[in-house]
């Protein structure tokens, strides 16, 4: 296709955000050059192409950049319309929803995790997890709304949410190996469809593995809680 003439990925391996896009490209069927960043060493690519937030995922197509990983589903969803499922969904309410529902995750249960992986004692870290469990049910909840009885959130096939949360899945995984806490298991809707998401062939092949994101893990609790650098006249 034409709109494939030259489609990058800057990312880190561990990143939910970067999988979002990893999975969305996988889904649309796109091909792509995917560049690994070094955490700590930003590359000139990247501060070029991001230089507002310098972060990870920045996808370069044509040689334009877009930041930000729902943005960049959104984008991959609209360019390649033709190609593969539809991933936000037709009518506008339901894709209201979905947003609004992507924005939770990332508002309430992104940071909830972050207080697992910062907690410094066994203690700290099980109080942190329980925290994030509670955080879930409203998703069980609105999976009985968005689902209409399928397996996603998007109906028969992965859509919107299901990237925006599904992205997370390698994490809470990691996190129930530190804590030995099962997510989960309070939560029928989403255990059935965390198995199905996690099934999917499209992300098998993008998902990494859990005991590196739990190795990982271990070094951003140290990274996470050292005191500040001192301020450079």
Known sequence: M????????????ASAFVIRAK???????????????????????????????????????NGKP????????QYIDDVW???????????????AMVRFWSHYVDDKCFPSYLEVVKGETREAKI???????????????????QSKGKHFFGGETIGFL?????????????????????FFDRFPNLSAWAECFWADDVVKAVMPEVDAVVDLAKKLQAILNSPPSPPTN
């Open 23 to 61: 999975i969305a490209l996988g889904l649309k069927g796109v091909e792509y050059e995917y560049f690994e960043e070094t955490v700590g060493n930003k590359s000139e690519l990247l501060l070029k192409s991001n230089p507002v937030y310098k972060k990870v995922p920045v996808l370069i197509h």
């Open 127 to 145: 109080d942190a997890a329980r925290e994030a469990i509670a955080r879930l049910q409203p998703l069980e909840e609105a999976f009985g709304k």
């Open 66 to 73: 877009i930041c930000e990983s729902l943005i960049i589903v």
């Open 2 to 13: 034409a709109e494939e003439r030259e489609v990058k990925l800057l990312g880190l391996f």
């Open 81 to 95: 319309s033709g190609a593969g499922p539809s991933i936000v969904p037709s009518d506008p309410f339901d894709a």
């Open 162 to 182: 299901d990237i925006a949360l599904g992205s997370y899945l390698v994490w809470i995984k990691a996190l129930e190996k530190i804590t030995g806490l099962e």
